[in-house]
């Protein structure tokens, strides 16, 4: 093979004198970069939630998230966006690979000289929000190519969520089949296995935009990785920072947090709500005092009433007690828990979860009266003599009406008040065919619960659900929407009540008309009906679901008049304290029916009432 | 004769590389040489131990400029290793694939170095030519030329791109058109056969004493490949050949490398025409919560210049606890070469040097 050839024969490269030479003449002749080319960087700051992943990714930490004070954040988005240095950029494209939202992308444009050092840092924008700098074809010039003079259209290297580097899909939760949820009130979602929980917990990124948005403030990222790492007791302690409600939370919260999961963007939010639960279900009662040290609690010798022992009254009472104040709660119903217990259907919120709770929070030294009624049995000007400070939390017990002709009816109910029936076991005349008026998450338990009992009476469902709002902004969880479909009930969005069609003082249909809009121009509640375009249901029984709302019966006429408003709320501090300083409101009658707000009101509460009472000690 | 000490490099303009050799002379015979390294210490080892598991991809791919690819191979095998991932078999052809191309551009940036060394400038532009040609591709398949920060720990980054392999297969095609020209003018050429032959001679013995790997050790006639001793990737999947020499000459070293460069165009259509469909990244979990289990991995790989290895110890954190390279120039370029120089004529330092694929910054990582 080897073969010494002439000393001649390297002359036969000649021949590439008369070859076009390949090389470029630069700039007259240019290479178009590769498609996945990865130059300067791109953001498109309309996308970007300033979560800073990107920044935490960064191997040479050439990531700076910069506070842009003109971008408005939206809830769950911080007005921060990624600046880069070019001094320390390795164009590896980590960042891309790991931006969440995808806006952050490589560009084809690579050029940049300057003598400055300073102006070899850039906050990435690109043509959508930074016309000034990225030209079309026929103005941008490669003389000129800079930080500042790009290329328009010019997109390398970009997010693929294939190859990106979090998971977008979460883990699926296993959940009972609609067949087995309707004919009992056997717990619909069946918690995650502790593997399932690790898993799910890993694809947490740790940018704490959730928690940002969680009402109560919750140290959701500091849980989540506790929990991933399997210390279940350190996860426990972040959340009883701040929520003494985990069971319940776990279960039921409105999880704020998840819509604002930056994984949310192109895929599933981490499942923030069903962690929580497994930490709370994973932990007995005993583990629980260990691990959280409530065992010795020194008493500061003031006594604190609470009215009402729902997630307010509770959250308010724990942390009382924490701090070291004599805590009394008065509950009107039987058993502690509010709207949780008395609200919240048992396939959704087990018993045992919500009593798991409150036995801990009762096991601190919290009292609980049940089967007293402030205003009834006990005045809140006693309360008021007989101890420190009063806190108020009587959440929304009373149901609206349509006002529909036939709705005083007594075939026609009120959703709060058969739900309330359903927990203290007392008996309801369902029947065959049942209308149910509303469409948020009210209308859908009491649907769900009525269709259960429907299924144990008469082995069938039928119940019809209409909703003013059309399904794109019916205010119930999507969710719920979804699992009352499966489960066999009828829904008519965009429809509205006209009357109840009565015979004989028992009702025997509900006619409807088409609701054309819900909101006015200025975004207020006026619906508009199509008065020619009507529908008629049958049934023997109406259930009304459209809002609840507070009942102030046991502010007696003196206190009401001392009391200062605001418009129809009373006037409060961000504490909750009213105008009268003994007197701290909190709950649903604050901030309307949600948990975790509920919660939070209570824990400031809770702060407020120690910071009165401590600057009335000091006087 | 007066015996006189010399400094060759790092600034003498035969060295390639930020590398020095203390030469004893007597006239222009070498009676001593030492190895001089540091000069390129980056701290890459120690570095890698600051950064998790995710951001040290990135990085490890620059110890060594020349072929970075192969750095990135290792790594991700020692990260698999350790954590027990398993890999699409996809992934595993396309990274053959990768390897093999660029164990190609590596070689001609070799013979680019080595022919410009010895004065050759004509092949040397054209090794730099085509070199540049195989840098296209890999900017095509990864958004970079040189580092190309490719092969990651799960699989590899992106997919080929529609119609790549047959570009791939169109430029070395009309790479290999030149093979009789580089014969022609280089390998045929009677003015490198005079420099070249029984010059910088290593035994058969003394480079597997002194630690030889690659074309030093096939030079002596031994078959020693990494891709045939534990094949990696899906060197098992497809037959080729490992070329050797008997000599262990710089001639014969020179010879294995152009031979292996057109085994491995021959291994690239092979792989190309097996290339099974489907995935080829698997997820590896979070890179902000990614932990590896308490253990160490030693894995190794046939680079352009030899096995190249790495040890890799996890204390079950979240980076590295231990990065420990074993790199085929370290023992090239300080043990065998300060051997093969003794007795050897001055201007053959480079010539023996560049033969055994000395690259500097793979000596100080």
């Known amino acids: 093979m080897d073969k010494k050839t002439s000393i001649l024969s390297p002359l036969k490269a000649l021949k590439y004198l008369f070859k076009k030479p390949k090389t470029l003449r630069y700039p007259f002749e240019l290479k178009e970069p590769a498609e996945r080319y990865r130059g300067l960087h791109l953001n498109d700051w309309d996308q970007c939630t300033g979560c800073g992943n990107c920044a935490d990714i960064c191997p040479n930490e050439a990531i700076l998230m910069k506070e842009i004070p003109e971008i408005e954040a939206k809830d769950g988005e911080r007005n921060e966006r990624p600046e880069i240095d070019y001094g320390r950029c390795c164009f590896c494209g980590l960042c891309v690979d790991i931006c969440p939202t995808g806006s952050l992308r490589l560009s084809r444009d690579y050029f940049h000289i300057h003598f400055d050092p300073k102006t070899f840092k850039l906050l990435a924008k690109d043509e959508k929000t930074d016309e000034e700098h990225f030209l079309p074809e026929g103005e941008y010039s490669i003389l000129k190519a800079s930080l500042t003079h790009r290329r328009e259209n010019y997109e390398g290297f970009s997010s693929d969520l294939e190859y990106s580097l979090f998971d977008p899909e979460r883990v699926q939760m296993s959940q009972a089949s609609p067949k087995e949820r309707k004919s009992s009130f056997i717990e619909q979602v069946k918690g995650f296995s502790a593997q399932e929980a690790q898993k799910e917990a890993n694809r947490c990124l740790e940018c704490k935009l959730c928690e940002e948005v969680c009402p109560a403030g919750m140290n959701i990222v500091d849980y989540v990785r506790n929990l991933w790492e399997g210390n279940l007791e350190e996860a426990v302690r972040d959340i009883y920072k701040t929520n003494p409600l985990p069971g319940v939370c776990g279960r039921v919260c409105t999880h704020n947090c998840e819509s604002a999961c930056v994984l949310s963007h192109r895929g599933e939010p981490v499942s923030i709500r069903w962690l929580k639960r497994y930490v709370a279900d994973n932990l007995s009662l005993s583990e629980y005092q260990k691990v959280l040290e409530t065992e010795k609690i020194k008493s500061v010798g003031k006594k604190i009433a609470i009215v009402g022992a729902g997630p307010g009254g509770l959250a308010a009472a724990y942390y009382l007690r924490l701090m070291g104040y004599e805590v009394v709660v008065f509950e009107k119903l039987p058993e502690p828990g509010g709207m949780l217990r008395y609200g919240i259907p048992e396939y959704r919120l087990p018993y045992e979860a919500l009593d798991k709770d409150i036995e801990y929070i009762k096991s601190v030294g919290v009292e609980i009266k049940c089967n007293t009624s402030v205003g009834k049995d006990i005045s809140l000007a006693e309360l008021r003599d007989n101890y420190d400070a009063v806190f108020v939390s009587t959440g929304f ?223 | ?314 204390d079950g954190g979240d980076k590295p606890y231990r990065v420990h390279f074993r790199t085929p120039s370290y023992s090239h370029g300080l043990t065998i070469l300060e051997k093969a120089l003794e007795g050897a004529n001055i201007s053959d330092v480079g010539n023996i040097m560049i033969s055994m694929y000395v690259v500097a910054p793979e000596i100080d990582r």
């Not at chain 2, 890698?48 to 598991?53: A, F, G, K, L, S």
């Not at chain 2, 529609?162 to 030149?178: A, N, P, Q, Y």
């Not at chain 2, 020179?254 to 025409?273: A, G, N, Q, T, Y």
Request: aromatic letters at 10%; one cysteine or more.
């Open chain 1, 397 to 619: 017990h009373k149901g609206r009406s349509t006002g529909v002709p036939g709705s005083k009816n007594p075939h026609v109910f009120q959703a709060i008040e058969l739900l309330r029936k359903v927990t203290m076991g007392e008996e309801i005349e369902v029947t065959d065919k049942i209308v149910v008026i509303g469409g948020g998450d009210v209308a859908m338990d009491i649907s769900r619960t009525l269709a259960r009992l429907q299924m144990k009476k008469f082995k069938a469902v039928d119940i019809t659900l209409s909703a003013l709002e059309t399904r794109d902004i019916m205010p119930a969880t999507p969710e719920e929407i979804e699992e009352a479909l499966e489960e066999g009930i009828k829904m008519y969005p965009g429809w509205g009540p006209e009357k109840i069609i009565l015979e004989k003082k028992s009702v025997k249909g509900m006619a409807m008309k088409k609701c054309l809009r819900v909101f006015d121009e200025e975004g207020k509640f006026n619906p508009e009906f199509d008065e020619k375009k009507k529908k008629e249901f049958e049934c023997s029984m109406v259930v009304e679901a459209i809002g609840q709302a507070p009942d102030f019966t046991f502010l007696s006429e003196d206190i009401k008049e001392k009391l200062k408003y605001e418009g129809r709320r009373m006037k409060v501090d961000e504490y909750g304290q009213t105008s009268l300083p003994w007197l701290f409101i909190g709950g649903d009658i604050l901030r309307g029916p949600d948990v975790i707000n509920a919660i939070d009101t209570g824990h400031k509460a809770a702060k407020g009432i120690d910071k009165f009472i401590s600057s009335k000690e000091k006087k």
């Open chain 2, 1 to 314: 004769m007066r015996e006189v000490e010399l400094f060759f490099g790092p600034q003498h303009l035969g060295m390639v590389g930020n590398f020095s050799i203390t030469l004893n002379v007597e006239g222009d015979k070498i009676l001593k040489a030492t190895a001089d390294p540091g000069f390129l210490h980056r701290g890459f080892e120690k570095l890698m131990e600051y950064r998790t598991w995710m951001q040290n991809f990135p990085l490890v791919c620059r110890i060594n400029v020349v072929e970075p690819d192969h750095m990135e191979m290792v790594y991700a095998m020692a990260v698999e290793k350790l954590a027990g991932i398993e890999l699409p078999e996809r992934a595993e052809w396309i990274r053959s694939i990768y390897l093999e191309l660029a164990r190609v551009g590596s070689h001609l940036f070799g013979l680019w170095a080595y022919s410009n060394m010895l004065g050759f400038d004509t092949v040397a532009q054209w090794a730099m030519y085509h070199r540049d040609l195989i840098l296209d591709l890999f900017e095509e398949l990864t958004g970079g030329r040189v580092y190309h920060i490719y092969i990651w720990p799960g699989g590899v980054r992106r997919d080929f791109p529609e119609g790549f392999t047959d570009r791939m297969v169109e430029t070395l095609h009309s790479i290999g058109k030149c093979v009789p020209d580089y014969n022609n003018t280089f390998f045929n050429n009677p003015l490198f056969y005079e420099r070249t032959r029984g010059i910088g001679k290593v035994s058969r013995e003394e480079a597997e004493k002194w630690g030889g790997v690659g074309q030093v050790l096939r030079a002596t006639g031994k078959p020693f490949d990494i891709r045939k001793v534990e094949p990696y990737a899906a060197y098992d999947k497809v037959d080729f050949d490992i070329p050797t020499r008997e000599e262990g000459d710089v001639y014969s070293r020179i010879m294995v490398i152009r031979d292996e460069m057109i085994e491995s165009v021959h291994l690239i259509f092979k792989l190309i025409e097996g290339l099974p469909k489907g995935e080829v990244y698997n997820k590896v979990p979070n890179p902000f919560k990614w932990k590896i289990g308490e253990g160490e991995s030693y894995v190794r790989v046939e680079s352009s210049r030899g096995e190249l290895g790495l040890y890799l110890v996890s």
